[in-house]
């Protein structure tokens, strides 16, 4: 393929039209349009070829065309798109309800045994890829497109139709399970994303035996609820992330995990405050900031916004975006090709999420407790697969694992290896896992002995070391969490845990209540669950309960201040360090000769509900940077250049350190070596 998937000035136009709306592109003008989106510097859109209806917006021998639609919407824009040198990516959703009603049985099928399987859209599994989807990208691939997005062709739901009875029973030779929780229904969520990832592979082919040079891109594949590999013939990894939270964290916590496939990637955020049912219009400032998150963790920009029903666009939008467009301008060149620098690892293990799912998706709370107790350190951090980590691990300074389970012995042979040759590793548990805690390797790293107890789900952890108890209150921490027991062998203790206290028995309710003293310390007995260990010349700090998950659920800043002296605990020196008044964002990439420092203010206001907003951004002063450098740098320059936006530099003993006022959204410390 020769194209490659770039740019950050991208608009996504939705237009799913119910098949008894007859407005539909009555006042759609492609030539106006194009002549607006080139104006604000758009260089891509995405358009609708197929919306979820399953109503398609071309001249279809094969499909169901919109009834009311007497356009060849996806010609006119092609058409269009190449008078002002705007690429066109088709939007194609698989959900297809036309087929739906047409042909009951291809339509996916949920059971009452199995919580949330329930959908009405068509099965990938079914004959409708070989008899509608193939056929219709065939004739979709013969426009000039440059690439296509897909919508929902993954499966994000266990599906129980005949197709996929047939299939699954003719290579396990037994249904498909309806018990979550049993070896089975990994086999199932292992083979399922297989088919999934057959099912794109077919797709590639189809398209590029028509056009080699489409570039395929599947929404929300391949991202950490699915973690394997994306095959080679994806030209693009692509995701609209939630906004009903914070769409900023999302950004950040998808691209940390995204910019480690050796793909690039697009993540999508809208002008809308409430995400795609809506049509309000978010602050810039809010928009510049999701899209920092994004350029800042190498990722690409692209905006969400929707036609109006009769398929004009919102002018008013378009100059909203145009302001953005001019933000992401200032940066993009400067940031275009940079690649994180190693620092420290997180683990977000494919074969854990068999294991801990969701149905058919991975259980991510441990990896997103991880991700945002090190971000509000201000750490610099990737999140990586286990086959990114073993090809990479010596680059770390530190892997952490936050409650990964089922680790490939491949895996665990190089954790042990980085261990032994110097490195460091911080590793949390999963009490839940009886087959884990028996296992040699972990006992023999962690120099201590683990068994499993049944317990309340409470506990304390009270810090014994100095270092540990840097920023803590002198009091035991409470902590929501499964626990194992620790029984020490060649470790030491660094926190020990107290039991809480439990009632048996509740005859008259109210007694298990946590305001009625249930969860009470008890101080009489101690045991260790914040234990060191030194493995060869490197060290392992184990924490003996799901403190990610628990920092996840219930956000405890002391859970967070334990990790973060438990870090600076196995990595006093590091490659950076950024203090500041409030937490930043704090990324460090590598370009050619360049170390390119990012730092993200964000201070949203306060909510009742979400979204999480911000209308203005006070500037922030007082923020210092230390970084590693073994010489005097030729250049410090600080982007963007503006009279409030300051930077002074010095250098000493392998130290650069930088002073920087006036830090509005996103700044770029570009260091020349
Ligand atoms: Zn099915």
């Avoid at 194609?92 to 099928?109: A, F, G, I, S, T």
């Avoid at 599947?218 to 994306?230: D, G, H, S």
């Avoid at 991975?362 to 286990?386: M, Q, V, W, Y």
């Avoid at 370009?591 to 730092?599: A, R, V």
Wanted: net charge neutral; hydrophobic share 35%.
């Amino acid at each position: 393929m020769k194209n490659s998937y770039k740019g950050s000035r991208k608009i996504h136009f939705d237009y799913h039209t119910p098949p008894d709306f007859q407005e539909v592109a009555s006042g759609f003008e492609p030539e106006i349009l194009m002549k607006d989106l080139a104006e604000v510097g758009c260089e891509l859109i995405n358009f609708f070829a197929k919306d979820l209806f399953g109503n398609c917006y071309w001249d279809t021998k094969v499909g169901h065309k919109h009834p009311y639609l007497k356009r060849d919407l996806l010609k006119e824009v092609t058409e269009a798109s190449k008078k002002y040198g705007i690429k066109v990516v088709a939007y194609y959703n698989v959900m297809d309800l036309y087929n739906v009603q047409v042909h009951p049985e291809w339509k996916h099928r949920g059971c009452k045994e199995v919580q949330n399987s329930e959908g009405d859209y068509v099965c990938l599994n079914s004959p409708w890829l070989e008899k509608v989807l193939l056929p219709e990208l065939r004739e979709i691939s013969s426009y000039e497109i440059d690439g296509i997005f897909f919508d929902f062709l993954y499966f994000h739901q266990p599906c129980f139709c005949k197709w996929c009875e047939q299939k699954f029973l003719s290579e396990f030779g037994y249904e498909i399970p309806k018990d979550t929780k049993s070896k089975e229904w990994q086999a199932y969520t292992k083979w399922l994303r297989k088919r999934g990832s057959e099912t794109v592979e077919k797709v590639c082919k189809t398209i590029h035996e028509v056009n080699p040079n489409i570039l395929v891109g599947i929404n929300w594949a391949y991202v950490q609820r699915q973690p394997e590999r994306p095959p080679d013939s994806v030209g693009f990894i692509t995701l609209d992330i939630n906004e009903t939270d914070c769409a900023s964290l999302n950004a950040s916590y998808y691209a940390k995990y995204l910019r480690m496939l050796n793909k690039p990637f697009d993540i999508m955020t809208t002008r809308f405050l409430h995400w795609w049912g809506d049509w309000s219009l978010k602050p810039v400032v809010t928009m510049e900031h999701e899209c920092a998150t994004i350029l800042a963790n190498g990722g690409l920009c692209i905006i969400g916004d929707h036609f109006y029903i009769n398929g004009k666009h919102e002018k008013e939008v378009l100059s909203s975006i145009s302001r953005v467009f001019d933000f992401i301008s200032k940066r993009e060149r400067i940031l275009d090709g940079a690649s994180s620098i190693p620092f420290i690892a997180i683990l977000h293990a494919t074969e854990n999420s068999y294991v801990k799912g969701n149905g058919i998706l991975a259980d991510e709370t441990s990896t997103r407790g991880a991700h945002k107790l090190l971000l509000e350190c201000n750490f610099h951090f990737d999140i990586l697969n286990e086959e990114r980590l073993a090809n990479n691990i010596s680059d770390y300074s530190l892997v952490i694992i936050p409650e990964q389970m089922n680790l490939p012995e491949t895996l665990i042979a190089k954790i042990k290896d980085y261990v032994k040759k110097g490195g460091k590793l911080l590793l949390s548990y999963d009490s839940s896992a009886e087959e884990v805690l028996e296992a040699q390797w972990i006992n023999e790293l962690l120099g201590v002995s683990l068994k499993h107890k049944e317990n309340s789900k409470l506990g304390y952890i009270v810090p014994e070391v100095l270092a540990l108890q840097k920023d803590l209150p002198k009091m035991p921490i409470f902590c929501r969490s499964n626990f194992v027991n620790v029984e020490e062998k060649t470790a030491k203790t660094l926190a020990s845990k107290l039991e809480a206290y439990v009632i048996k028995t509740s005859k008259q309710g109210w007694e298990e209540w946590l305001g009625a003293g249930v969860g009470s310390p008890i101080f009489d007995k101690k045991t260790p669950i914040v234990t060191a260990n030194k493995f060869g010349n490197g060290e392992v700090v184990f924490v003996g309960c799901e403190i990610f998950k628990s920092y996840f659920e219930y956000n405890d800043w002391t859970l967070k201040t334990i990790v973060r002296n438990a870090i600076n605990l196995l990595i006093p020196e590091k490659i950076i360090e950024v203090s500041s008044p409030y937490p930043l964002e704090v990324t460090l990439l590598k370009k050619e000769e360049s170390y390119l420092i990012n730092l993200i203010n964000w201070h949203s206001e306060r909510a009742y509900k979400a979204p999480i907003r911000a209308e203005n951004l006070s500037r922030m002063n007082n923020v210092t940077v230390t970084l590693t450098l073994d010489r005097v740098p030729k250049q410090v320059i600080m982007h963007p250049n503006d009279e409030e936006h300051k930077a002074e530099w010095q250098w000493n003993s392998n130290k650069l350190k930088i002073r920087i006022s006036g830090l509005h959204v996103h700044s770029i410390l570009e260091i020349r070596t």
